[in-house]
């Protein structure tokens, strides 16, 4: 009697045991975060949103949880599973922790042969490097959509001193220059400068790039070149100038999904194409031109994120 | 100038963020009291701790308060861990003070009457010691109230999970009504504070209410009179 | 290298104590600005305490407006001011006033209530007693009030200078330069020896200059006080 009553416990015990093994609908959450400035919470949010359409659950709190200094080792400690990153200063980040002394495209982490300005050879590299950090991350595909560093001055300073591109501005030494605060030691930064323009940034004013700060230095005329970021509203609501990068120093900055190995491990073969699906067709159907627009609509016209981003998904049917 | 439109748009969440910020400030309160309270009452059995603890707490007191959520982050991740040990410092750091000083500036005359009473170290404490610190004690609870709701909004570095009216501060510097609604919630939130805890105080401590005018600043004096009946 | 090892490393090598973004420089700075918002702040709220602690007027109307200051969060402060006063000049309308301006706000509260409460905690016996010799309230103000409370006073002082020492690194955000300037570069770089190295920095001007206000505090209690004082 008792035997078979402790048979009976064991195998209605397996099959308990099987049933919530198989993956029947217990999916791992989904822990999203991104940079702290408008563009990268509204891309998580896109991400966030678009994979709770498909039966995800997502969990937000690390969006907007500050600079690549704290996202990015938050990535590579499983506080965050998947966020989004623009992959030539995502690249660049990871060859200044290498060594600030390397010389642009050169380092322990990446070949000197790459062309930073392609967005295939940069997203390979980045990929690279990426298998090594955390266990193991992915970089899904990148989109055509980019945010590149940009180097902006008013309208006035660029008829005053006739200025269309960077080689201009080692002939005008005593413009006023705002760079990006980890620009000395960032090798696409402070040394591609000096090499390519001849500039020197070590009386430059330093400042959180693409940042309140550095817009307010630029609109009250403390400084006369700012570094700012391509996409940014401000350069349109301003009528200021962005300086042509003619020789190219600045990498490709196109926005990709990063996701940790282990989340990936964790999804069954058919969510897992599911995931990469959603995110990918997320990729390809943003592009530069929409995500200034829709950066327009968070800053300039003062939208919420989520409603910005319910609407661009679902007026691209992702939704 | 104020955008009545987003504001209207957004009162579920700007109330959202006020229960948030007053929950952060809560917790810390709360863990900070009870830290403080724990060591002010180690200290007077042994000074030397008192001595070793306000030194360390000074120093956080130094250390800017971004770069110490910054830093923790690494430590204890994405949690309110990370919000709210930075607060609890800070909170620590002045009540402890208040704590300490409170509790040692009796009057020797009136611990002596309480001796001479027979009371005993305990009934002391209990009945005579921690009754003559309120005042102190509840200046320093207006004190870190104060400054804990002005340091709850820079937890929005963390994120926008955080930061409770601090959020509206960051997320668009240039849109001067979402500034001000968190700029101007965090001082009412503030100012709120302050006079809730003003008339705890008062009903808490009605002898200190008779003859001159009280103070609240709460930094510890030394009080060798005894206080006015 | 432990991260107390690379501090230190930082913290000796030569190289960061020369140049514009050197130690002595941003120390400079620091204690420029620092000193610059104490002495503006005392200026205001030395007299005004003062006198409303002798007069007894104005007490409640005080203690509001220095709670309001207490409030305000400094980084928002910061930037709302930079607008207008970039008015008066680009760049140090910029890089400086608005930060210099929001530390005055923090260092008027501790000093104000202090010097109030110090001169309102006199004994009114002396107060009456000196009045009924005929000392005109000037100098019952200078003469009794005042080495009184003294020590009370300078404690306010104390607590302003740690918080503005403290704060003050907030100008490197919008580029006053002082040791600010180590931990915004150092997070930005990633370089925690600079990081640390700008806190520890910090740490001990505070520590210092808190010590050194502590000694003249005693220094000047009156005499016949000391006993009492702590």
């Known amino acids: 009697m008792r035997q078979f009553r402790g048979l009976a416990l064991g195998a209605s015990l397996l099959v308990l045991l099987g049933a919530c093994s198989t993956g029947g609908g217990s999916k791992p959450t989904v822990k999203i975060g991104s940079d702290g400035f408008y563009e990268a919470k509204l891309m998580a949010e896109i991400y966030g949103q678009a994979l709770e359409a498909k039966g995800f659950t997502v969990d937000r709190t690390g969006i907007g949880i500050g600079k690549r200094a704290v996202s990015a080792p938050a990535l590579e400690g499983g506080q965050l599973d998947l966020k989004p990153e623009y992959i030539g200063s995502g690249l660049a980040y990871y060859d200044a922790g290498a060594g600030a002394s390397a010389a642009p495209g050169a380092s322990a982490a990446t070949p000197a042969t790459i062309d930073r300005g392609d967005p295939a050879a940069v997203a390979t590299a980045f990929q690279a490097v990426l298998k090594t950090k955390g266990g193991g991350i992915t970089l899904l595909n990148y989109s055509p959509a980019a945010d590149q560093n940009a180097f902006v001055v008013r309208k006035e300073t660029a008829d005053q001193f006739h200025l269309t591109k960077m080689s201009d501005l080692a002939a005008n030494s005593s413009l006023k220059l705002g760079v990006a605060t980890d620009c000395p030691t960032n090798p696409v930064c402070g040394k591609a400068l000096k090499d390519a323009y001849g500039i020197d940034v070590v009386s430059a004013t330093l400042l959180s790039p693409c940042d309140t700060p550095m817009v307010k230095a630029l609109l009250a005329k403390t400084i006369d070149v700012g570094e700012l970021c391509s996409t940014q509203p401000d350069i349109a609501v301003n009528s200021w100038v962005v300086l042509q990068d003619d020789k190219k120093t600045q990498p490709a900055d196109n926005i990709a999904p990063l996701v940790r190995d282990d989340l990936l491990g964790k999804l069954s073969a058919a969510d897992k194409t599911t995931f990469e699906k959603v995110l990918n067709d997320v990729s390809a159907k943003m592009d530069t031109a929409t995500l200034t627009d829709l950066g327009k609509q968070v800053s300039v016209d003062n939208k919420d994120i989520k409603v910005v981003a319910t609407a661009w998904l679902k007026a691209n049917s992702l939704v | 100038m104020i955008d009545w439109g987003w504001l209207l748009d957004h009162v579920g969440a700007i109330l959202g963020r006020t229960v948030q910020h007053i929950e952060l400030t809560a ?203 | 290298m432990t991260i107390l090892g690379s501090v230190a490393a930082w913290l000796t090598d030569p190289a960061n104590w020369t140049g514009p973004g050197g130690i002595p420089i941003r120390l400079a700075q620091h204690i420029g600005i620092s000193v610059a918002s104490l002495a503006i702040g005392a200026a205001i709220a030395l007299p005004a305490g003062l006198w409303i602690g002798h007069t007894r007027r104005g007490v409640r109307l005080a203690i509001n407006l220095a709670n309001l200051g207490r409030a305000v969060p400094s980084l928002a402060a910061i930037g709302i001011l930079v607008p207008f006063t970039v008015l008066i000049d680009p760049e140090a309308g910029f890089k400086v006033y608005p930060t210099l301006i929001a530390m005055v706000l923090l260092a008027v509260p501790p000093i104000l209530v202090n010097s109030y409460a110090g001169i309102s905690e006199v004994d009114p016996d002396l107060v009456e007693s000196a009045r009924g010799m005929g000392l005109r309230e000037r100098q019952i103000l200078s003469a009794v009030e005042i080495p009184i409370a003294l020590p009370v006073i300078i404690g306010g002082l104390r607590s302003a200078t740690v918080q503005v020492v403290a704060t003050a690194t907030l100008g490197a955000i919008y580029g006053l330069g002082a040791l600010g300037s180590f931990i915004v570069e150092g997070s930005a770089q990633r370089d925690d020896a600079k990081l640390f190295g700008g806190v520890v920095l910090v740490a001990l001007l505070a520590l210092t200059s808190e010590g050194l206000l502590g000694l003249l505090q005693r220094r000047l209690t009156s005499p016949g006080l000391r006993f009492a004082a702590r």
Do not use: C, H, K
């Not at chain 2, 300490?100 to 010691?129: H, K, M, N, Y």
């Not at chain 2, 004190?143 to 929005?156: E, N, P, R």
């Open chain 2, 27 to 229: 917790i810390a309160l709360v863990v900070g009291f009870a830290l403080s309270f724990l060591m002010a009452l180690l200290s007077l059995r042994r000074p030397g701790v008192y001595t070793i603890v306000s030194g360390l707490a000074g120093i956080f007191f130094t250390i800017p308060s971004y770069a110490m959520f910054a830093a923790f982050v690494a430590f204890t991740g994405l949690s309110i861990l990370t919000a709210e040990i930075p607060l609890v410092l800070y909170t620590f750091v002045i009540f402890i003070r208040n704590m300490v000083v409170g509790l040692q500036s009796v009057p020797r005359d009136v611990s002596e009457a309480a001796e001479g009473l027979g009371f005993t170290t305990r009934q002391r404490l209990i009945r005579v010691e921690i009754p003559l610190a309120i005042p102190l004690v509840m200046a320093g609870l207006r004190l870190a109230s104060v400054s804990t709701i002005g340091l709850v909004t820079i937890t929005s570095i963390l994120g926008d999970s955080f930061g409770g009216l601090g959020f509206f501060i960051t997320e668009r510097p240039f849109f001067a009504t979402e500034v001000l609604v968190g700029a101007i919630g965090s001082i009412l939130l503030a100012l709120g504070a302050d006079v809730l805890f003003a008339r705890l105080q008062r009903r808490l401590t009605p002898w200190s209410q008779v003859g001159r005018a009280r103070t609240g600043d709460g930094l510890p004096r030394s009080t060798d009179r005894p206080v006015p009946a």
